[in-house]
């Protein structure tokens, strides 16, 4: 800085720095490099703060003139400078939102080939449950469905969970404030369907159930509170625990390929005996074990086993004429392994620039 021992040479000076900091915030073509000139103005080190100091040092009729002026030019390059953060700021923000712009319409060729414009996709869960019905139906499945709000006997008593049962822990339940307490509720899983199809349906029965089902889980890497199923049940003559197993097996290998195995483990349900849980290898860290499959290398889809008596009993079928086999996997889960999902809540965020979403083209 040009050394100053005059009222004159303060002027100077200040002018000349007034010059130099406007041509530097004029020149500025990004935030980031408005901002490292700010010091030289505000900082507490800036000349401006020196052009100050020396104010003290004049003759005392001086010293307003020369003040006036110094507080002048720092309130134009105050104004200059915040007049041009704001336009940076601003390009700097469209900037963003267009590259951050998410062109959500698919284009196909019309009968004329003409454009026909198609907006979106499908949901990835719905993407499942659609290959899902199909591989079921390929092995000789009918698709039912039935009711989202039900009632307790459709979603416990008939599926042999009395009101007194310790079983009824295992399901965190919504109810709703309609009748008698805790009479109707969002089902807890599709098994009412179940019931449902025994009810309307004589055997044998192939049939899965797919549909939403609500719990009050804790959202977490697997969980969700709002999650969708599906269900099969198959009542037929000479059914057996190996049904079961072949089954499990033949649809692993349809949805997920070859190179993914199941695996059937001791469990309990109160609407089957026995009962089994059904695990793949994670597809995660291959099973190696991981955050997503709590590190033992295997992901939990649901659960299956052997219709209990009681159910049949419940629905007026002979257990001693017909057996048969029940299933039910979480469609969410399966898209998480599916896709290598390191968290399934991914699916509800609607942020599409999360780095799995170019698996769902």
Not at 288 to 300: A, L, Q
């Amino acid at each position: 800085m040009v050394e100053i021992n005059s009222y004159d040479d303060l002027v100077a000076a200040a002018n000349e720095a007034a010059q130099r900091f406007a041509a530097k915030i004029d020149s500025a073509i990004s935030v980031n490099e408005l901002m490292e000139i700010e010091p030289g103005i505000k900082g507490k080190k800036s000349a401006f703060v020196e052009f100050r100091k020396f104010l003290g040092r004049l003759e005392p009729d001086e010293r307003p003139s020369a003040g006036a002026i110094v507080q002048e030019i720092v309130s134009n390059l105050n104004q200059a400078f915040d007049t041009k953060f704001q336009a940076l700021k601003e390009i700097e923000r469209k900037i963003s939102l267009q590259e951050d712009r998410l062109d959500l319409t698919e284009v196909i060729a019309g009968l004329a080939g003409s454009p026909v414009g198609m907006r979106g996709k499908l949901h990835p869960v719905t993407q499942a449950r659609e290959k899902l019905e199909d591989t079921f139906l390929g092995m000789g499945f009918s698709v039912e469905e039935g009711p989202e709000i039900e009632t307790d006997w459709f979603n416990f008593e008939a599926l042999n969970i009395p009101p007194s049962h310790p079983a009824r822990g295992m399901w965190d339940t919504f109810y709703l404030d309609i009748g008698e307490p805790e009479t109707i509720l969002l089902r807890t899983h599709t098994s009412p369907v179940q019931v449902r199809v025994m009810m309307t349906q004589k055997p044998p029965i192939y049939s899965v159930m797919p549909g939403r089902c609500f719990r009050r889980d804790t959202p977490d890497a697997r969980h969700l509170a709002v999650f969708h199923q599906i269900e099969g049940l198959v009542i037929d003559k000479g059914i057996t625990f190996a049904s079961l197993a072949g089954t499990i097996d033949r649809f692993t290998t349809a949805y997920f390929g070859p190179n993914i195995h199941a695996r059937l483990r001791p469990a309990y349900f109160p609407f089957t005996e026995p009962s089994a849980e059904f695990e793949i290898n994670c597809t995660i860290c291959e099973g190696h074990g991981c955050r997503t499959c709590s590190n033992t290398g295997w992901i939990e889809l649901g659960g299956c086993g052997m219709v209990d008596p009681n159910v049949f009993l419940a629905v007026g079928i002979d257990p001693e004429e017909w057996s048969g086999f029940a299933f039910g996997f979480g469609i969410d889960r399966l898209v998480q392994m599916r896709y290598s999902l390191p968290d399934i809540r991914v699916l509800i965020e609607n942020d599409l620039r999360h780095s799995m979403s170019s698996r769902y083209n």
